[in-house]
């Protein structure tokens, strides 16, 4: 599946927009990660080389640390990681599979796929200030997946930008559009 354009209806748009503004304020709800930064999945469905976007979930628990996945996560970072103001131990994410599972039953009941997961760049560096594309690291975990990586950069958080790139490719981009009107 390799869609050249990507739609999302206004409301999935800002609610993807908003989850990352929220998560920056530290306004946490009760049963979700308590970090600076957004995750979740986007689900779609694809006709030819355009994916409407029908279904986004916002994942909730990180289990980073767990011993199962903790050590392969802290070699990763080792490997891949730029230094960042956040610290080691708190940097990376994996998605809990129940949550996975659920959002995949959910999107396909309407008729959807997974596209791809989204999540949060907020700190600027000195050599990507927009931190609006792929890291090494996102590009990584994305490889062979057949999913696309969503970057929302909220760098900026009155003016975020939402980029996708298959399978965490910076040269293989999709053209992300918002529909105003879902009756469209």
């Known amino acids: 599946m390799n869609p050249v354009n990507v739609v999302f209806p206004a409301p999935l748009y800002a609610s993807v927009v908003e989850h990352g503004r929220r998560k920056l304020a530290g ?3 009760p049963d979700e990660e308590q970090a600076p930064k957004a995750y979740g ?3 779609a469905r694809v006709e030819g080389s355009t994916a409407t976007v029908i279904d986004v979930v916002p994942l909730r628990n990180n289990l980073r640390a767990r011993d199962e996945y903790k050590d392969e996560v802290d070699r990763l970072m ?11 131990d708190r940097r990376g994410w ?8 659920a959002a995949e039953r959910r999107f ?3 008729g ?8 949060m760049h907020r700190v600027a560096w000195p050599d990507d200030p927009r931190r609006d594309t792929c890291t090494a690291l996102d590009t990584a975990l994305a490889r062979g997946s057949g999913l696309w990586a969503f970057i929302l950069s909220m760098v900026d958080p009155v003016q ?3 980029r996708a790139f298959f399978e965490g490719d910076n040269h293989r981009e999709a053209r992300i559009s918002v529909m105003e009107d879902a009756r469209r």
């Open 27 to 29: 306004a946490w709800e």
């Open 160 to 162: 975020p930008v939402l």
């Open 112 to 119: 959807a796929v997974l596209l791809g997961a989204y999540h």
């Open 78 to 88: 080792d490997e891949l990681a730029v230094p960042s103001e956040t610290p080691f």
């Open 108 to 110: 396909e009941a309407g």
């Open 94 to 101: 994996v998605a809990d599979p129940r949550e996975v599972l």
């Open 41 to 43: 999945l986007v689900g």
